[in-house]
Structures are given as C-alpha cells and as structure tokens.
C-alpha cells in the first residue's frame, strides 16, 4: 500500500480543444472547433432565403455552406452541420472516483430489461462519498475535489472510473457576430408568449442559459422526455412540453445584451436517463406517446468516437442511488463513466507522491440553433434557440515522483 501524503487532485479542463457546440439541430460525431474571431465570438453568414448553414469551421473559416442530413419529425432533411466550444460552467457532482486494474465492462443485452452492471472489483477508490460533493469545472480553472492523505495498492492501473449525478447543469453565455462582409443577423431566443422575429426583448447576438419567465430552470433530458407523456416531472425538474421549431419551447435565452431578474444568466440541467434511442418522438399535433423499451441502462464508445483523442474508449452505465443497475427511466439516480487510454496507464510506485485528475470536456455541451430545410415549421431558415444536449467527459491522469523533480507526468 502507498500513502499519498501530499495529494493534488484537482480538475482541470484541458486546452487541447474547445467544446461546447452550436448546431442546426443535427448531432454530429466528429468533435470540430468553431470558427470564431480573436474574441471567441462565433462567426455567423445568415444569407436568408433557403439558406441552411449559417456556421463555419476553424479549419475552413470562409465556408459557411456545411451541410448534413438529420431527421426532424420523422422526415429527412439538410441542415447545418455543427462544431464545438467551449462552456463557460460545467456543474458535475462526483460520488466516487478511481482507478481499476482490469476491464471493469462487460457487455450489458442490448434491451431495456438489461440487468448487467459494471464489475469494479479490481478498482481502487481515491473519492469515495454517498452523499456526493458538487465540482464546477471552468476554462483554466482547477479546483479540489478532496483533502488530506489517500492511500493506494502500489500496481498499475489501465481504466478509470467515476459516478456521477445523472443530471448535469451548464451556465455559459456565447457572442456571435456577423462575418467579415456577411449581413447582419439575429438569433430568436426563448419568448414564452409567442413567436415574433420583430420582438426585441427575444433576440439578439448573445445567447445564453437562464430560467424561464416564472423562474425555474430549463430542462433537456437526453431521451427527450417531455411533460405531456404522463409526468410532467422527473428528478424533481418541470420536464418541456415541446423540444423544437418555436420560441416558447426553446431553452435558451438569445438577447443584444444579458438580462437581469430571471433574464440573467443561471444553469441550465441537463437530465441524461437513457442511452437508447429518444424514447418520445414529437411531432406537431402528436402527443408524444412514451415508448419505454427504447430505454437503455448501459452504452459504450469504442477507440475513435473522438478524432481528437481517438484512441480512448468509453463504457457507461445508468444506476439506481444505491450503484445497482437502474431498470426504468425514472430511477436513474447516477452515471457509472469508465476509460481506458493506452497512452494514460496510471503506474503507482514508492515513489509516487501527488496525482492530478484533468477532465476535458470534449463536445461536453450541445447549444443548437435551429436552422433546417423541412416544411414542418413555418419559418423553417431563421435562426432559432432550441435546447441543450450534455455529451461526455475525458480523463487524463497525471502522477508526481521524488525521482521528477516536481514535473507532472
């Protein structure tokens, strides 16, 4: 066993890339850097008309013509394509924390009856608290997640694990600006009252999340629940009662400048209860009938999920709060996040005297202006707030060593 008497264990994101991402309702698997000018703001080409791409990429900055495929409603249409930035606050609360010297995953039955969890018998605990403990994650920010001494088995350890909350908050407020030579332009954001492109209170070049009119805070579930399916709650949060196309139903705020009183920035949660397809697929008129056995307790991500770290593979489980295996939507309490990089093989030694935990956000955040080519909503190429998706997190683990001379590694 090896004492740790002068442990760091921070969080960190690492600035190896950006990642929140604006889309036009599209998801896309390929993490890629908005392009922005020297201040960060997005770069913006609204041509009107049937224009369908508004966005650029940092690798092609001029091009604002990406287009993708995706689905709305039931029915194919182009849209834009998306890229990433960064968020501003990323809320996580952390259960457990470690590492594991075999494969803790094994392969869950592809059914929402799957009872297979996650075996973390080979796993060493360095945070360990039922009762959770709540990290705010920010660009260039480090923050602690325990404090004194920590023991660990001397050994090597290839996987890390944690468990988290299943509900994830974000607060990030994002510019945009037109394009050198492009027209101006503005972004219709949340209106609870109706849809009207000439309100000025509900749009502008600054979106942002924040509460609704009557104070509470906006919710996207993952499996895009909704409160018109037989509970208009889950986890204790007021679930949408629609997910797209008009303005009172986004869940964003888009303004010329940041508002006060329940206009002011605040988090946004993001409620992640499946890993199946969405078990609610509205349509306008429908009801959104919830089909449960598209509900899906465990998923996995293999070796290049990621273009930017493409040889890290994930595996995730959906747990009740007693760290069993949920069996419904609706008691889903945690998230169960394992990695494995081949290049960030964890080695404790006598020698080991601190360890540092860096998260990425990579793509951690989807902000999605809607922008498609379907005829299903009646101004289909504005530029409209839609909602907020939460993606996944990546680990690197470094360690300090007498022989370092004070260097992580």
């Excluded at 990323?90 to 995953?105: D, L, Q, V, W």
Aim: hydrophobic share 35%; proline share 5%; aromatic share 8%.
């Amino acid at each position: 066993m090896k004492k740790i008497l002068f442990l760091i264990l921070i969080f960190n994101i690492l600035n190896i890339a950006p990642s929140y991402s604006v889309e036009s309702y599209v998801g896309n698997d390929s993490y890629t850097i908005c392009a922005t000018d020297a201040n960060g703001a997005i770069l913006v080409n609204d041509e009107g008309g049937t224009d369908l791409s508004s966005f650029a990429l940092a690798t092609d900055p001029t091009n604002f013509n990406i287009i993708d495929r995706g689905n709305i409603n039931d029915e194919e249409a182009d849209m834009g394509a998306s890229c990433d930035i960064t968020p501003d606050n990323y809320k996580m609360t952390f259960f457990k924390t470690g590492f594991c010297a075999e494969n803790p995953y094994r392969e869950p039955v592809d059914a929402a009856s799957n009872t297979i969890n996650a075996d973390l018998s080979s796993c060493v605990s360095i945070f360990d608290n039922d009762s959770g403990k709540e990290v705010v994650i920010q660009p260039d920010a480090e923050v602690d997640l325990l404090d004194g001494e920590l023991i660990l088995p001397i050994g090597n350890y290839p996987f890390q694990f944690a468990i988290l909350d299943n509900v994830v908050q974000i607060k990030h407020e994002q510019v945009f600006v037109a394009a050198s030579g492009a027209a101006d332009f503005d972004i219709l954001g949340y209106n609870p009252d109706n849809n009207d492109k000439n309100d000025s209170e509900h749009k502008g070049k600054i979106c942002y999340t924040s509460t609704n009119d009557a104070g509470k805070q906006f919710v996207s579930v993952q499996s895009n629940e909704l409160g018109v399916t037989g509970s208009t709650t889950l986890r204790g949060y007021t679930l949408p009662v629609r997910n797209t196309g008009i303005q009172p139903s986004a869940l964003f705020r888009c303004r010329s400048s940041v508002g006060t009183g329940v206009d002011a920035p605040a988090y946004m949660a993001n409620i992640l209860n499946s890993f199946g397809d969405p078990m609610c697929t509205y349509s306008p008129g429908d009801t959104c009938t919830r089909d449960t056995s598209e509900f899906r307790n465990a998923g996995n991500a293999p070796p290049g999920f990621s273009t930017i770290f493409p040889k890290i593979s994930q595996a995730y489980y959906l747990l009740k709060s007693d760290n069993t295996i949920a069996t419904t939507p609706e008691n889903v309490r945690r998230i169960l996040w394992i990695q494995y990089d081949p290049d960030n093989l964890i080695r404790i030694t006598e020698n080991t005297t601190g360890l540092k935990l860096n998260f990425k956000t990579n793509n951690a955040m989807q902000m999605q202006i809607h922008q498609d080519g379907s005829d299903s909503f009646a101004r289909v190429t504005e530029l409209m707030a839609n909602q907020i998706h939460g993606g996944t997190i990546i680990g690197k683990i470094q360690v300090k060593n007498r022989r370092s001379r004070g260097a992580w590694r």
